[in-house]
């Protein structure tokens, strides 16, 4: 299984993004669906899940990023919005997959990919 993220760039403060996931490879089923990201010297932190249509949001993030799925294309997207300096950082898509009916779900990470907020 592999989740290949894109979609990171160089944004002005205030801008917008849309980061893109998608999952490939032997799946059954995915579970929960999310982002997490990680700035120098700190500690990866989640941005944001979505599980059965239920989300997440990390207080810092809401009201501003919106995750959504489309399960027909094991996919999941993170539209920023409203960014911010304190933004920057890496994003990291993470999903919890079957690959079986009798195993349970398994952890996977995406690449990563680098987004840039300059104030």
């Known amino acids: 299984v592999q989740l290949q993220a894109s979609g990171g760039g160089l944004v002005q403060a205030g801008g917008s993004l849309r980061l893109s996931c998608a999952a490939s490879g032997n799946i059954f089923s995915i579970m929960m669906m999310g982002w997490f990201r990680q700035s120098p010297g700190k500690q990866r932190e989640l941005v944001a899940s979505?599980?059965?249509?239920?989300?997440n949001y990390a207080d810092s993030v809401k009201g501003r990023f919106t995750i959504s799925r489309d399960n027909t294309k094991n996919a999941v997207y993170l539209q920023l919005n409203s960014l911010k300096a304190e933004d920057t950082a890496v994003y990291y898509c993470?999903?919890?997959?079957?690959?079986?009916?009798?195993?349970?779900?398994?952890?996977?990470w995406g690449q990563g990919t680098l987004v840039t907020v300059s104030s």
């Open positions: 979505i599980t059965s249509g239920v989300t």
């Open positions: 993470n999903a919890n997959i079957k690959t079986s009916f009798s195993f349970p779900p398994l952890n996977y």
